[in-house]
C-alpha cells in the first residue's frame, strides 16, 4: 500500500489533501502545563494521541523526513504570533543520541528547528549533545531524570533568549536537563517548543 501514502494525510487518513490535509493544519498552538525550573514559557501544537501525534509518529517511525519537515513548517507557521512578540536570538534543538539519528537518519528535534530558523530568520545553534542511555520511552518518570544526569551536555553557549526544540514533552524531564545546561552557559531565558505533548492522566493529591 505504500504508494497510496503520498495522497493520504498522515494525521487523519484524509485523502486528496496531500500529506497533511487542512483539518490537521489547523491546530492553534497551546500552553501545557508544565514546571521546568528556569523556563520562561512553553508552547505546543498538539496531543500525541491527535492526528497531529499521528503524523508526528508516523514520521519517527518510518523515518519520514519529508513529513518531519511538514510538521516543522507547519510549527513556524503556528508560532509566527509568539515569534513576532518574542526577540529570540537563537533556536536550539533538544539533543539526540547518535544512535537514534543513525537509526532514523535524522533527528526531528533538529528539522523542526531548521525549519523555524529558516521561517524566522534565526540561527539554528546545535549548543547541546546527549550522550547514550537508556531509551527515554521505555522509562519511567523518576528514571527518565535520573537516565539524563550529566548526559545532556551544552558544547557551546548560544547566549541571549534561546527558542528550546522537542519533538515530544512527555514528563519534562528532557526539557528540564536542557534548560539548564543553557541557563548554566550562559543563555538569559529559555522558552521550549514541541509539536506534542503526552497529557498525563489526572492523578489526585
Ligand atoms: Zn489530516
Do not use: I
Not at 551536555?153 to 528540564?176: F, I, K, N, W, Y
Not at 534548560?179 to 531565558?189: C, D, I, N, T, Y
Amino acid at each position: 500500500m505504500d504508494w497510496l501514502w503520498p495522497s493520504l494525510c498522515v494525521g487523519c487518513g484524509a485523502v486528496g489533501e496531500g500529506r497533511l490535509c487542512r483539518a490537521c493544519r489547523a491546530v492553534v498552538p497551546a500552553r501545557p502545563r508544565l514546571y521546568v525550573r528556569g523556563l520562561a514559557g512553553a508552547w505546543t501544537l498538539a496531543r500525541y494521541d491527535d492526528p497531529l501525534g499521528q503524523a508526528l509518529r508516523h514520521a519517527k517511525v518510518k523515518a519520514d523526513r519529508e513529513v518531519a519537515v511538514l510538521l516543522g513548517e507547519l510549527l513556524a507557521r503556528r508560532l509566527a504570533p509568539v515569534m513576532r512578540d518574542a526577540p529570540f536570538t537563537a533556536v536550539v534543538p533538544a539533543p539526540s543520541t547518535v544512535a537514534s539519528r543513525v537509526r532514523r537518519g535524522f533527528a526531528p528535534a533538529a528539522v523542526f528547528a531548521e525549519a523555524l530558523g529558516r521561517a524566522h530568520d534565526l540561527p539554528v545553534v546545535h549548543a547541546l549533545t546527549r550522550k547514550a542511555g537508556a531509551r527515554q520511552a521505555t522509562l519511567d518518570r523518576t528514571a527518565r531524570r535520573r537516565n539524563l544526569v550529566g548526559k545532556v551536555r551544552a558544547e557551546v553557549s548560544p547566549g541571549g533568549l534561546v527558542l528550546l526544540v522537542d519533538d515530544v514533552l512527555t514528563t519534562g524531564a528532557t526539557a528540564d536537563a536542557c534548560v539548564r545546561e543553557l541557563l548554566g552557559s550562559g543563555a538569559q531565558r529559555v522558552w521550549l517548543v514541541t509539536v506534542c505533548v503526552v497529557a498525563r492522566r489526572r492523578t489526585r493529591r
